[in-house]
């Protein structure tokens, strides 16, 4: 069974029961699957057909989940983009992707346009009936409004079922890339799937379950949130983007919504305990498992969470090209340790492995590089070659006594703030391409909820580039967690003796004046 | 409450607090804020800790979203509203 069929699925089961909701509105089965048949005649009307990318942008919405179904039935490739993206970003992942449509909502249908070098309409941006007569240009990219889904109350649509191979693409994630374009993982039904059905047994997962989505639809973790919930025929229940900046109004949503399973970044969770007060009132009776996942969650809020809790904590690890590849479950013993709990053994029917320097395979006690082969191993990069079905993740671990791992740090100058992954190198391309930019380093001072984006920056001869234009300069280009905290300008970079760029250096004379200062 | 008292206050703090290691600390009252990653949850955190201290104003998790904290104009705008609410 491919990734769409989960929601076909529920709805004949449990058509009345709730699927999905956010901003207000709920949807059941049935109505998910009437609309996301609609959608899908929407989106065939403007040309896309098995295997075509169609981007979606737009604030986290049932609309957006209508949306991704739609896509998935008629056998094309969703690529979900953060409401909060700039145009000139969604534009640059809709030519890599070589996108046949982009859905948007609201002024984000005319701030598109420009970005994509389309004409302006003549007549409206996407026309009422759903056809899109002005912008179908062959090779144009198509806008259309993630709005025109219909209620879901048509009961005279007829199915949308495309049939897919399982090693065909669901959709792709775009993520930070080194080389200062961001990559497309390129996700198959199978990988989805995969995961998906090793979570929910993990689970035990029932239709009266209610998952909170707390991360932004461009992360993989919200895969859990949306398909476990729709292969159990249970509610997923959408946490506004906006609620990340209200803690309090994040732990009143837990409660309000009746959560059984909550899945985030140890930082949202950090979050709530300190400015949130979640641990100041009882945990809902409800609450079955909480699982974390992104980064190393520090073992003292583990303890308090435990405390707090009986639901099963679960340290979930996997970066978006194998999804979640290893899992631990947190147990007594977990809490006495003096480092975050380790990351486990392999999850979702892979095989992982630690790579030492010299390629063999790291025992009990020794350090490797984390290795995933298996069916959640990413197909690809979009635009790449194939996958080699094996994925070294950059990640050090060290092999524990019971064969399990423990994770160490990063490689290469992938970092993690606050739950997301950058590659430093993205930034500095970004402000290399500032008119007033010789050259710029970028790079984490701090530590986990501390840790901060510094960025050093050579102007051009003569110039004097603001700090401000510069935040700006990179608010149009990237999203918002990449946009630095701090810029200093230098007349030159510090170098190693082999000429590489003393990071290191770099961050001691960041803390050094953020000390003098206070 | 001047609410333009209260704006170049908040736009001291936001200079002296996050933009420390700016040259320049050119924001006015109407700069994007969040969309200029000039402040994020943490910082928010720290600003209520500010308004708090300086006005006794406790801003209430409600009231904190994208649009209140949009820019310093905004902020204090938030302020005096609370503020009033009080005496009231």
């Given at each position: 069974m491919n990734l769409h069929e989960l929601v076909i699925r529920s709805a004949r089961r449990y058509p009345l029961r709730p699927a999905v909701a956010g901003e207000g509105r709920e949807l059941t089965y049935r109505a998910l699957d009437r609309a996301a048949d609609a959608y899908a005649r929407l989106l065939a009307r403007a040309g896309v057909g098995r295997g075509d990318r169609v981007v979606l942008w737009g604030d986290k919405s049932p609309e957006v989940v209508v949306a991704m179904q739609a896509v998935l039935r008629l056998g094309a490739v969703y690529v979900p983009q953060d409401g909060t993206a700039p145009a000139g970003r969604v534009a640059t992942v809709a030519r890599d992707c070589a996108a046949r449509v982009v859905c948007a909502t609201g002024t984000r249908l005319t701030r598109i346009r420009p970005a994509l070098d389309l004409p302006v309409p003549l007549d409206g941006?996407?026309?009422?009936?759903?056809?899109?007569?002005?912008?179908?240009?062959?090779?144009?990219?198509?806008?259309?409004?993630?709005?025109?889904?219909?209620?879901?109350?048509?009961?005279?649509?007829?199915p949308v079922?495309?049939?897919?191979?399982?090693?065909?693409?669901?959709?792709?994630?775009?993520?930070?890339?080194?080389?200062?374009?961001?990559?497309?993982?390129?996700?198959?039904?199978?990988?989805?799937?995969?995961?998906?059905?090793?979570?929910?047994?993990?689970?035990?997962?029932?239709?009266?379950?209610?998952?909170?989505?707390?991360?932004?639809?461009?992360f993989d973790l919200s895969v859990l949130d949306l398909y476990a919930a729709f292969a159990a025929?249970?509610?997923?229940?959408?946490?506004?983007?906006?609620?990340?900046?209200?803690p309090g109004e994040l732990v009143e949503f837990l409660h309000r919504e009746r959560i059984t399973v909550w899945y985030s970044v140890p930082s949202a969770l950090i979050l709530m305990i300190r400015g949130g007060g979640l641990l100041d009132r009882p945990a809902p009776a409800g609450l079955r498992a909480v699982l974390f996942a992104g980064e190393p969650f520090p073992i003292?809020?583990?303890?308090?969470?435990?405390?707090?809790?009986?639901?099963?904590?679960?340290?979930?690890?996997?970066?978006?090209?194998?999804?979640?590849?290893?899992?631990?479950?947190?147990?007594?013993?977990?809490?006495?340790?003096?480092?975050?709990?380790?990351?486990?053994?392999?999850?979702?029917?892979?095989?992982?492995?630690a790579r030492t320097d010299a390629g063999a395979v790291a025992g009990p006690g020794e350090q490797g590089e984390l290795v995933v082969t298996g069916p959640t191993v990413m197909l690809g990069y979009w635009g790449g070659p194939p996958g080699s079905g094996e994925y070294a993740t950059g990640?050090?671990?060290?092999?524990?006594?019971?064969?399990?791992?423990?994770?160490?740090?990063?490689?290469?100058?992938?970092?993690?703030?606050?739950?997301?992954?950058?590659?430093?190198?993205?930034?500095?391309?970004?402000?290399?391409?500032?008119?007033?930019?010789?050259?710029?380093?970028?790079v984490v001072a701090g530590e986990g909820m501390d840790a901060r984006l510094v960025a050093f920056v050579v102007p051009v001869p003569g110039a004097r580039p603001g700090a401000l234009a510069l935040r700006r300069h990179?608010?149009?280009?990237?999203?918002?967690?990449?946009?630095?905290?701090?810029?200093?300008?230098?007349?030159?970079?510090p170098r190693t003796r082999n000429g590489k760029i003393d990071r290191p250096a770099l961050v001691r004379?960041?803390?050094?004046?953020?000390?003098?200062?206070? | 409450m001047n609410t333009e008292a209260v704006t170049a206050r908040v736009l001291d703090f936001i200079r002296t607090e996050f933009l420390w290691s700016d040259e320049d600390r050119a924001i006015d009252a109407a700069t994007p804020l969040l969309e200029w990653g000039i402040i994020d949850s943490l910082r928010i955190a720290l600003l209520q800790a500010f308004i708090l201290?300086?006005?006794?104003?406790?801003?209430?998790?409600?009231?904190?979203?994208?649009?209140?904290?949009?820019?310093?104009?905004?902020?204090?705008?938030?302020?005096?509203?609370?503020?009033?609410?009080?005496?009231?």
């Open positions: 941006t996407a026309q009422p009936d759903g056809t899109t007569r002005p912008d179908a240009v062959p090779g144009l990219v198509t806008v259309l409004d993630l709005a025109a889904a219909p209620p879901g109350d048509d009961e005279a649509v007829p079922d495309t049939e897919v191979k399982p090693d065909d693409p669901a959709f792709i994630l775009y993520t930070s890339g080194s080389t200062g374009t961001p990559k497309g993982v390129s996700i198959s039904h199978r990988n989805a799937r995969a995961f998906v059905d090793w979570a929910v047994e993990l689970l035990g997962a029932g239709p009266g379950d209610r998952f909170a989505n707390h991360a932004p639809l461009v025929g249970a509610s997923v229940r959408l946490v506004p983007a906006t609620l990340a900046y209200a003292a809020h583990v303890r308090r969470l435990a405390a707090w809790t009986k639901a099963r904590l679960l340290n979930l690890y996997g970066p978006t090209e194998t999804n979640v590849c290893t899992w631990h479950e947190v147990v007594p013993a977990d809490l006495e340790r003096d480092r975050p709990v380790p990351i486990g053994r392999a999850a979702s029917g892979d095989e992982v492995w990640d050090i671990v060290t092999v524990l006594p019971d064969g399990s791992f423990d994770y160490v740090g990063r490689r290469d100058h992938a970092v993690k703030v606050r739950g997301h992954r950058i590659e430093l190198g993205e930034i500095e391309t970004t402000c290399d391409a500032h008119d007033e930019v010789e050259t710029a380093a970028v990179l608010a149009e280009r990237l999203p918002s967690y990449m946009i630095t905290d701090h810029v200093h300008l230098l007349d030159d970079l004379r960041h803390l050094t004046l953020s000390k003098g200062r206070s | 201290n300086e006005w006794d104003v406790s801003v209430p998790t409600a009231r904190i979203d994208a649009r209140n904290f949009k820019n310093a104009a905004s902020i204090a705008a938030m302020i005096c509203e609370l503020e009033q609410e009080t005496v009231r």
